[in-house]
């Protein structure tokens, strides 16, 4: 059984341990922004957050950022109306280590990886602040669907990209034996 399933347990194996390893330096990386009980948003957050501020003023719209007095995230206001904060969950990375967990874990070349990697993260953060947005603007101006849309749409559109990114990177970047086999 183990022989039939061999290239599923690498992969998983794989996946696990560098889910893991990325996951722990995160988690160390924001427990730096944490002292003597108080915590303040991290950078990338800050950036994720002046990035998608920097974003609605270029499409029209009047909007400032201020770090939230009481808990780690930053205050996100649109056309001076406060309705969301971006928190550390808000800043897409956890989504960046899920991706390159993927892609690593199943293999390929080394060169297709270093194109195909920081090109997915760059989509994948580009879509994130352009979502950051998106739900300031819906929930400053179409509130009754700010829920719907920060719990539904957006997470199915994020998943799902990295999902079509996935199976990008497998039908067009990862070489098997078996594709190798048959040319």
């Known amino acids: 059984m183990y022989k039939k399933n061999k290239p599923a347990i690498i992969f998983l194996l794989k996946f696990v341990v560098v889910y893991a390893v990325l996951s722990s330096m995160y988690s160390y990386y924001l427990d730096s922004f944490t002292t003597e009980g108080v915590s303040q948003a991290d950078s990338f957050t800050e950036e994720v957050a002046i990035e998608s501020s920097e974003l609605v003023k270029m499409l029209g719209f009047e909007s400032h950022l201020q770090d939230h007095p009481d808990e780690a995230s930053v205050k996100f206001y649109l056309d001076d109306v406060y309705r969301i904060k ?14 390159l967990s993927f892609i690593v874990a199943f293999g390929g070349s080394l060169l297709a990886k270093m194109i195909f990697v920081p090109l997915g993260i760059l989509l994948i953060h580009i879509s994130n602040i352009v979502r ?33 990114l996935w199976v990008i990177w497998v039908n067009y970047f990862a070489v098997s034996k078996k594709k190798e086999e048959l040319e």
């Open 132 to 164: 950051i947005a998106f739900l300031a603007y819906v929930y400053v101006y179409h509130y009754d669907y700010a829920q719907m849309t920060h719990d539904y749409i957006f997470p199915t559109i994020i998943y799902g990209m990295v999902f079509l």
């Open 86 to 99: 971006i928190v550390e969950g808000c800043n897409g990375l956890s989504v960046m280590i899920l991706f």
